[in-house]
Each structure stands twice: as C-alpha cells, then as structure tokens.
Nanobody, 128 residues
Framework: QAQLVESGGDLVQPGGSLRLSCAASGVTLDSYYIGWFRQVPGKEREAVSCINTSDGRTYYPESAKGRFTISSDNAENTVYLQMNNLKSEDTAVYYC?????????????????????WGQGTQVTVSS
C-alpha cells in the first residue's frame, strides 16, 4: 500500500506562506484521491482540500476555500498544498492521505474514513 511522507511544515509569522509536499512511495498518486487534512489537539480532523490527480479536479471544503491551493506533479509523484496569508488559526498538524476513487471527490473528501493511507504529518505553526 501507499507510503506517504509530508514535509514543509515550519514556524511562520501571520501573513506568511508555506508549501507542503506529500511524496508517495509504492503507488502512483494518480490512482487515488489525495487529500490534505489538518488536526488541532482536542478537535476533529478537518479536510483542507482534495485532488483527483488523474483528471486534475480539486475540491475545497467551504471552511478552507480562499487561501489554500492543492496541486500535483504526477511526474514526481507528489502532491502539494500551497498556503498563503497564513493565520494563527491555521496552526495544526497537516496530513496527506490517499483514498480509493469509489465515490465522488467532494463527498469522499469530507469523509476521512475513506482515506486508507496516511502520512505522519507535518507541523505548521503560525505565530508572531
């Protein structure tokens, strides 16, 4: 099964930007939906965005629209999350995950149970 490794998390000041990377081993990412999720201690894991790298379709939950952009480089087998104008409330551990393309992208993205392979996460801290 897929092994996913996130990188790019850092400590940044409010208004700053980060680009997170999700590199896959053992599977080609264009065979799956790939999602970015974040989690704050004591709260439920929250979807940030998802992508079908096969056709390029993306989905952004309403709560995450506006400042984040998901993209992929299929040749590098990597999915990215560009985060701009970061705010303190964006502080979280960010995870990428792979799930089968069994249901529509938008509904799958809102159901983390469908994502079977998860990375270990990368910490994003937004603070002055």
């Amino acid at each position: 099964q897929a092994q996913l490794v996130e990188s790019g998390g850092d400590l940044v000041q409010p208004g700053g930007s980060l680009r997170l990377s999700c590199a896959a081993s053992g599977v080609t990412l264009d065979s799956y939906y790939i999602g970015w999720f974040r989690q704050v201690p004591g709260k439920e894991r929250e979807a940030v965005s998802c992508i079908n790298t096969s056709d390029g379709r993306t989905y952004y939950p309403e709560s995450a629209k506006g400042r984040f952009t998901i993209s992929s480089d299929n040749a590098e087998n990597t999915v990215y999350l560009q985060m701009n104008n970061l705010k303190s409330e964006d502080t979280a551990v960010y995870y990428c995950a792979a799930g089968p393309r069994a249901f529509p992208l938008e509904s799958t993205c809102m159901k983390p149970v469908f994502f079977l392979s998860w990375g270990q996460g990368t910490q994003v801290t937004v603070s002055s």
